[in-house]
């Protein structure tokens, strides 16, 4: 069973930065593909950000490319993103997903464990 944290969202305003921590416990990080996935009210859920077990590839959706950041410390079990240069449309809570054993996953259904979510809200 792999347990899943999120922490660090918050108000800010266009322009400014967030940073998010996703705290993993359980099961084998380094072995795990992580992802960012967001749900603004009334839309479903969209792919943000994802990368291997190891760190060594991300994919980013075209929303959120050359803005966000994503990265993990294996050692701290932590995966995070950084977000720059925020935009009152990237307000949604934010979901960090774990999928057990696979490399570099972008679609939610096949991930395996999802955290509760933090909101991020971005003023304009």
């Known amino acids: 069973q792999v347990r899943l944290i999120e922490s660090g969202g918050g108000l800010v305003q266009a322009g400014g930065s967030l940073s998010l921590s996703c705290a993993a416990s359980g099961g084998d990080f380094g072995r795990t593909g992580m992802g960012w996935f967001r749900q603004a009210p009334g839309k479903e859920r969209e792919f943000v950000a994802a990368?291997?077990?190891?760190?060594?590839?991300?994919r980013y959706s075209d929303a959120v490319r050359g803005r966000f950041v994503i990265s993990r410390d294996n050692a701290k079990n932590t995966l995070y993103l950084q977000m720059n240069n925020l935009k009152p449309e990237d307000t949604a809570v934010y979901y960090c997903?774990?999928?057990?054993?696979?490399?570099?996953?972008?679609?939610?259904?096949?991930?395996?464990?999802w955290g509760q979510g933090t909101q991020v809200t971005v003023s304009s």
């Open positions: 997903a774990a999928a057990i054993g696979r490399f570099i996953v972008l679609e939610a259904a096949e991930y395996d464990y």
């Open positions: 990368i291997t077990g190891r760190g060594s590839a991300q």
